[in-house]
């Protein structure tokens, strides 16, 4: 998959879902690869948002959790981009990433 919608196309069951992914590591690498999915084309909108927080709610990952693995998918993102020296691209982008997108 390289675009959130590819995901979001999959048939998903919930409890199917939670009997595969039955260790904490697996269920924090579904979700960190679905979030590095969603912000893959530089905007993390708000249905990206509520489908990666139901996913969360089915493998039972606190929202409090989501925010960590969110904030750590957006450090290295935002690591990989940190030699640039336009500071003001910088800062648009990081906000971009931190603010809700529209659909």
Known sequence: MTDFRDLVSQDYAPQ???EILNTPELRNTFMTSCL???????????????VIAAFAGHLDISHAHLAVLEDGVKDYLLMQISRIHNLDALREISAEMDGPADD
């Open 16 to 18: 199917e879902a939670k």
């Open 36 to 50: 590095f999915l969603a912000f893959a084309d530089g905007s993390y909108t708000n249905r990206e948002r509520t």
